[in-house]
């Protein structure tokens, strides 16, 4: 197993910070509602920036994950960024892509005793990516349901999420995709162990009260 897959198991709740929801000047305060939340990740997602901004985003939040007990920092598709935070903090990481970086190279990018997390669109990437389970540290499966954080990327449904538990995979795995208060107890009762959301708690007025009740609906749920 990869050295923190086992950190991750108790993790309910993922927290992305999506710059296409998130405007910069928010980034800091979004980032500190989804630590109070109790989000044992925080992502920065930011696809539309370019390099050298992706970079001055994550030097910016980086003081957040210093503090004791802070989650871990998984900086999204930039294996170099994310080779430079997990340098600087114990508790940072890298998400790949099914086009991204492959899995053995990331892991190789970014060192051991580092989170590497990956994204499935089926059961046999998330055969694929368990099998690796040497090498990532967890995976998720989606888009659940169609989202506008992943446009054009058809939604697999709960189908899925059914097929991946029935595997009982040895990662962590996480469902994403259009998970919010509604959609959350379908989700769990699929057999999902935990989730990510987006829009729904980053668009909140409250993101740390959202994602609590989010999780709550959640958990309330769970098989």
């Keep these: ?28 305060d979004k980032c500190r509602a989804l630590i109070a939340s109790g989000a044992k990740i925080v992502q920065l997602r930011a696809k539309k920036q370019t390099d050298a ?36 903090i114990p ?20 060192g051991e005793n580092r989170v590497l997390g990956m994204s499935t669109h089926s059961l046999e990437q998330a055969k694929k990516a368990d099998a690796l389970a040497d090498v990532l540290d967890y995976f998720a499966v989606g888009p659940v349901y169609a989202t506008n954080t992943k446009p054009g990327r058809p939604a697999v449904g709960l189908g899925l999420v059914r097929a991946v538990a029935e595997m009982k995979p040895r990662l962590p795995w996480f469902a994403i995709g259009g ?20 829009s729904d708690v980053l668009l909140a007025p409250d993101t740390a009260e959202a994602v609590k009740n989010l999780t709550k609906e959640f958990q309330n749920n769970k098989r």
């Design 1 to 28: 197993m990869a050295a923190l897959s086992d950190s991750l198991r108790a993790a309910v709740f993922y927290g992305i910070l999506d710059t296409g929801y998130v405007a910069r000047e928010n980034l800091r």
């Design 53 to 88: 901004e992706r970079r001055e985003m994550a030097l910016e939040l980086l003081p957040l994950f210093k503090a004791a007990g802070a989650p871990y920092f998984i900086i999204n598709d930039s294996p170099a960024l994310a080779a430079e935070i997990c340098a600087l």
């Design 91 to 110: 508790n940072a990481g890298l998400h790949i892509g099914q086009d991204d970086t492959p899995p053995l190279e990331a892991r190789k990018i970014i």
């Design 179 to 198: 998970v919010n208060i509604k959609t959350a107890p379908d989700v769990a009762r699929a057999g999902a162990e935990r989730i990510v959301a987006v």
